[in-house]
């Protein structure tokens, strides 16, 4: 094999599993190939990813030590992305009766959950998450999108017990957009206890579908590593939850006059792009 080739089908296996420690022995063998060369490769590969701020790889030394690839999104392309995607979302046929907003396209855009789901991974690359949570319907392709940077498995909380699901563990919120009291509930083999979940949705205006799973987690003896939603409003009257990351505010939405008003939200800010 060139080293062209080599180099290629390198990157592709290790972009294909992030977060994962690939063991230099394991290139050599695959490549037939002396360790020295994988490592000049190697290089190569972590200086591209640096000079284009678009992705990390990590070396570890030592006898157990290797290479991980960590999806990471530079600072100029995620407030770029966002500035756009703000833009996209104070399109006035977007408003909903309720105030709400249509997102649909956007959550169903391969290209758009891919740049979403790099940029929440960014933000949680260095923390310790073991499962990403979301609730039916709309958050399970983000949640699907962030699980797949993070390289983590995702569960999907729902409001009607399936069958296929076995005992579930159930809590009741109130859900902000409602006002009302509903019930949540997860299946009891989803979490295994001590996990760190990561919870996102699509949509929060009070947050309390995000303090519906906040309960959950904690009913499976789990921890929040994080809470991201794709959309925040700030016209709430009161928000129930302090500790989140968003990457869209919705400022202000007038369903009579038909105006958005957007901008990037705090992701931007909670972020640590001084990785690189």
């Known amino acids: 094999m060139k080293r062209s080739e080599r180099l290629v089908d390198m990157v592709k296996y290790l972009i294909a599993r992030p977060h ?15 360790k020295s060369s994988i490592s000049e490769d190697l290089s190569i590969f972590k200086k591209t990813l640096a000079q284009q701020k678009n992705g990390i ?3 570890i030394p030592g006898a157990a030590g290797g290479v991980k690839y960590i999806p990471f999104m530079g600072e100029e392309e995620a407030r ?10 104070q399109d006035p046929d977007r408003i909903l009766p309720g105030n709400f907003v249509y997102l649909s396209d956007i959550l169903g855009s391969p290209e758009q959950l891919a ?4 940029l929440i991974a960014t933000t949680y690359a260095y923390s310790k998450i073991d499962y990403v949570m979301t609730v039916e319907t709309k958050g399970i392709a983000l949640a699907q999108a962030v699980s797949r940077y993070l390289n983590v498995p995702f569960v999907i909380v729902r409001h009607r017990p399936k069958i296929t699901e076995g005992a579930t563990i159930s809590v009741n919120y109130v859900a902000s957009s409602s006002e009302r009291v509903e019930k949540m509930e997860l299946a009891k083999r989803s979490l ?11 949509f929060m205006k009070g947050g309390g579908t995000l303090t519906g799973m906040e309960e959950l987690v904690n009913e499976f003896g789990c921890h929040v590593g994080g809470m991201a939603v794709l959309c925040e409003t700030q016209y709430a009257s009161q928000k129930v939850v302090d500790d989140y990351q968003s990457l869209i505010k919705i400022t202000s939405v007038n369903r009579v006059h038909k105006v958005i008003e957007a901008e990037p939200g705090n992701i931007l800010k909670q972020t640590n792009f001084n990785r690189f």
């Open 80 to 89: 770029e992305y966002l500035n756009k995607l703000a833009a996209q979302i």
């Open 20 to 34: 994962t420690l690939i063991p230099l022995p394991f290139f050599a063998k695959r490549y037939g190939a002396a």
């Open 192 to 202: 295994p206890a001590g996990s760190n979940v990561l919870i996102v949705d699509d």
């Open 57 to 59: 790889l990590e070396t």
């Open 115 to 118: 740049k979403i789901g790099q």
